[in-house]
């Protein structure tokens, strides 16, 4: 009976593991032996590739734009956190609380996440941004900041931090579903408990809530962390400019290098160095390793039981 079950066992794995193994681990190993070579197109013949060592790492570090975008990485990842979370959190427990049309708002602050961000940074460029009719400047000028109205908000002065607003407002809703959920399994009989102790709303939160949905915050964490690593579509077409330096990510610095249209001095250059661009998706992928062991470690080993 065991030898029949091994031998199903490794009928049915089989495939998936040769599929893993063609589909996701070849594409890996293949990209780090191509983040040592100088490979001048991505389809390239192996013939052609010229071995330059550690050169690629060395020359990417080198790069201040490819310093520039790492650090707008992290400031997505850091300042576009500290809001999404706290935001979405707020809003969760004032509507799991019982707000007045909850569902309603609920719907509203969600609505963003299910648009396409490509029609989502339209909106934000064309109608909220604009200095001529947007939304912002109708507002400014209604309250007479003339300033404020005359900002442009989308010139390579402001982009940044206009697409890192425009996101974070389209990030909310997905965190705000998951903890709604999550402080739904929170037993009342808790919050009655402590409210019979004298405990107010906000140390119910913090003492009980906080702690019970612990998990869903550092899985909404780990998300977070991926998608900034990754961030690519927001910083593509956000800015005007192909590649505008004040809104690159690694991401988006990767698809300069591997496909040519890498920008210096605001002026595109047709070069390509594919195993640079190799060489930014191991850097990523290292970044991610260290991200999730360090998320794994920051958030607290206690289970609670419900």
């Known amino acids: 009976m065991k ?32 983040s040592f070579f100088k490979v001048s197109d991505i389809s390239a013949a192996r ?14 570090f080198s790069r201040q734009l490819f ?6 990485m992290i400031l997505i990842f850091l300042v576009g956190g500290i809001f999404v979370f706290s935001i979405s959190l707020f809003f969760a427990w004032v509507l799991h609380k019982g707000m007045f049309m909850s569902n309603f708002w609920r719907n509203v602050i969600y609505l963003p996440t299910v648009i396409t961000p490509v029609a989502m940074i339209t909106v934000w460029t064309q109608y909220v941004y604009n200095n001529r009719y947007g939304l912002l400047k109708t507002i400014f000028d209604a309250l007479g900041l003339e300033k404020l109205a005359n900002i442009p908000w989308t010139s390579t002065q402001y982009a940044f931090w206009s697409m890192l607003i425009a996101f974070v407002f389209c990030s909310i809703g997905g965190n705000l579903l998951v903890y709604m959920a999550a402080m739904k399994k929170v037993p009342e009989e808790l919050y009655e408990a402590a409210f019979i102790d004298g405990a107010t709303e906000g140390k119910a939160f913090f003492k009980i809530t906080l702690p019970l949905i612990m998990d869903n915050i550092k899985t909404q964490v780990t ?7 990754g961030f690519f579509l927001w910083s593509r077409v956000f ?13 988006s610095y990767m698809y300069d290098q591997i496909f040519g249209t890498s920008i210096s001095a605001n002026a595109v250059a047709g070069s390509t160095n594919v195993g640079m661009g190799a060489a930014i998706g191991v850097v990523l ?22």
Do not use: H
């Open 3 to 34: 030898k029949g079950l091994r031998r199903m066992y490794i009928v049915f794995l089989s495939p998936v593991v040769i599929a893993f193994l063609v589909a996701y681990l070849y594409p890996v190993l293949r990209t780090v032996q191509m």
């Open 239 to 251: 800015s005007v400019v192909p590649s505008d330096p004040t809104t690159i990510t690694p991401a």
């Open 47 to 60: 013939e052609t590739w010229e071995f330059v060592g550690l050169f690629n790492y060395m020359d990417l």
């Open 67 to 72: 310093r520039v975008s790492f650090r707008n």
């Open 223 to 229: 998300f977070w962390v991926i998608g900034c690593i």
């Open 285 to 306: 992928c290292i970044v991610t390793v260290i991200a999730l062991a360090v998320i794994n470690a920051a958030f607290p080993k206690e289970k609670y039981e419900i």
